[in-house]
């Protein structure tokens, strides 16, 4: 349980992603025991297999991350986390706290072996599909080392969840020369490069929406900035229009009429579309989503953890970190 | 001259700006003279206030800029430039190369007193008006002293060039908490709390376009990472009313009605609309266009260098500069 829409929207997504796949997992709800199993009264459940462990407390979007993961030693969050560990559960879906989900994964689970930070990767709408950023903000100082294991990471998500083959990599930087860059993507574009990676080199910030590369490789304070600001794109567009239907009542009902086009257009530009973001680099699944995540975003976040445990995602990206480092270190 | 639509649209937006201010000041072209003259000649020059300077050679946009200088002796750039130096003429625009600019602002007119790197500076629009974000790409690794420096100079040209009072700074960084951020930010958001900028502290990347700060100070590695993924949104936004239109013809023919005003609630998103780039901590004023610069461009952007000059902001950076170095080194 967790975002601020739970337990509602977590439930009624649980349930649609267990109803379109036919029972092929389990779903064990984790929170407070009676709001979640009254939330399920309201649905027809026969024939649904899930079930629920009791966790007392809740880890509030306001909530310092790693003190409430100290001091709620009862939360949802870590009880699932918990849960995952002791080999309960496969993989955790939250909609909660991002920083304590991460904080409680890296903790609890682990680092992943040879990985040697975790990273978060986001999805991106381009002309050519959906393409993985990462690092999305777990990372801000990074070194050349990182990007090429966010981008090995990266790919062997691509590759596997997302079912592209052999996936463009691409090198977050303000210019397609390989010279081109800061201190640390000047190297990364060196040492990616010498990969067997499919790098297609540097692309610029202009090529992220041109689906250039399919997956984005930069630091995370570079890729937290581009995300919120995509993120804002739509409300900017949103207030433009208001504005301008503002100015007299015949473009009010022009741009009414307009509404449920622009609503259709824009929806595919929208980040809730595509689940959550995916927590790689820890010993373990974890899919992290929007605190104000719809039903279908919750559906969504859980087919896509499902995927990232029947595809065994976690021994090839060990394979292919083990691989990497006998030719770099 | 200089651009993808050299002469025609240089000339045009030139005596545009010439008559829209009734020869308040002189435009001085500087090109390959017999295209100019001819060009002059297709319009209605009489009463305005303009002259020629023959530049034989042109730096094209694939030109590499320092190579280009030194090699092209000759080039409109360049004796723009020295032209400028020399005290013929007081600010040069132009819609050329902008690393040939760049490289030639700097290394003819110099570095002005107390600026350690010189800065370009971007316009992006907001729910709230045109804020101006630098660096947008001329030094993608700063130190913290540099990001001062960019808020002093981007203040100082907000507050005469912008007519904006007391300007808004905001440090990008990747959370609101003046400890959230990468080294060189943590550091920065201390020097800006110190200064006597209006300094409202970190904005995130979704803070830009809901127009929080007026001016936005990050390292031109970031900066030109935002402005170019910004400039590609429109792009994506086109490709996706084409793509909804493709489908059947009823849909081509709504989103055809549609078109007009779409493209109206759109301009106001188009950087073009507001001009060129102002380089700000060299010892002369230097603004940059885009390669494809239309002649309303040209004319804003001669607009923008004729006030840069009539309100001395150069002598306003100058002070500002000494006055906080005293402060701080």
Redesign the interface.
């Known amino acids: 349980m967790g975002g601020d829409f739970a337990p509602q929207n977590v439930v009624e997504g649980s349930l649609d992603a267990l109803r379109s796949t036919s029972n092929r997992f389990q779903i064990v709800f984790v929170g407070q025991e009676d709001r979640i199993r009254a939330e399920l009264d309201r649905h027809d459940t026969r024939g649904l297999a899930f079930d629920v462990i009791h966790a007392s407390e809740i880890i509030g979007m306001e909530d310092s991350p790693t003190a409430a993961l100290k001091v709620k030693r009862d939360s949802s969050i870590g009880v699932g986390m918990t849960a995952q560990r002791e080999g309960k559960v496969d993989a955790v879906v939250s909609a909660g706290n991002t920083g304590a989900v991460m904080s409680a994964a890296t903790l609890i689970l682990g680092r992943l072996e040879g990985a040697g930070r975790p990273t978060i990767g986001a999805f991106m ?3 050519k599909g959906v393409c993985l950023l990462l690092d999305a ?1 777990a990372n ?2 990074c070194r050349a080392q990182h990007l090429l294991e966010f981008a090995i990471m990266g790919s062997i998500y691509a590759s596997y969840v997302m079912k592209l083959e052999r996936p463009k990599v691409g090198l ?3 210019g397609e020369e390989s010279a081109k ?3 640390v ?1 000047q190297e990364a574009n060196e040492l990616l490069a010498a990969s067997e990676l499919n790098f297609i080199g540097n692309v ?7 689906g250039k590369a399919q997956v984005v490789v ?5 890729g ?10 739509l ?3 949103r ?3 208001r504005e ?1 239907a503002a100015k007299d009542i015949l ?1 009010k009902i ?2 009414g009429l ?1 509404y449920r ?1 622009l609503k ?3 929806r ?2 929208d980040y809730q579309e595509h689940g959550g973001l995916p927590l790689l680099g820890v010993n373990g699944i974890t899919i992290i989503g929007h605190g104000g995540s719809t039903a279908k975003a919750i559906k969504n976040m859980i087919l896509e953890a499902e995927a990232f445990a029947r595809m065994d995602v976690n021994s090839h990206i060990k394979q292919a970190l083990a691989a990497h480092s006998m030719g770099f270190r």
């Open positions: 709408p381009t002309e903000g801000v100082d977050l930087s303000v860059g800061n201190e993507t610029e910030g202009r090529d992220i929406l041109k930069c630091d995370g304070f570079v937290n900035i581009v995300l919120k600001f995509a993120e804002s794109v409300d900017l567009l207030a433009k229009f301008y473009r022009w741009t307009m086009t259709r257009v824009l595919d530009l």
